[in-house]
């Protein structure tokens, strides 16, 4: 079992920046692709970042590429996502969660957070 604890949001103005950081705990976080997500008001869930388990390979939404990094740090069992320039589209609750495998898809990702709200004022 993991379970997984988003942290790191809030209110930030156009242009400024977040960080958000994912904890999961569980003997398979180590060896477990990690995404982020967003879902808005009205909208479905949308793909945001994902990385491998060594975190050598990432991946990204189009419309947070050059503004959004995604990292890594196992020994600390955490993932972040560092988010630069941010928009008022960018405005959403944002999910961690793990997959066995590389996706972009939400449904191949078997365990979620609860989510971090992100709000950015225009």
């Known amino acids: 079992q993991v379970q997984v604890v988003e942290s790191g949001g809030g209110l930030v103005q156009a242009g400024g920046s977040l960080r958000l950081s994912c904890v999961a705990s569980g003997r398979t976080f180590s060896t477990s692709v990690t995404g982020w997500f967003r879902q808005a008001p009205g909208k479905e869930r949308e793909f945001v970042a994902v990385i491998t388990w060594s975190g050598r390979t990432t991946n990204y939404a189009d419309s947070v590429k050059g503004r959004f990094t995604i990292s890594r740090d196992n020994a600390k069992n955490t993932v972040y996502l560092q988010m630069n320039s941010l928009k008022p589209e960018d405005a959403a609750v944002y999910y961690c969660?793990?997959?066995?495998?590389?996706?972009?898809?939400?449904?191949?990702?078997?365990?979620w957070g609860q989510g971090t709200q992100v709000t950015v004022a225009s």
């Open positions: 969660a793990t997959a066995p495998y590389f996706s972009v898809s939400a449904r191949a990702y078997d365990y």
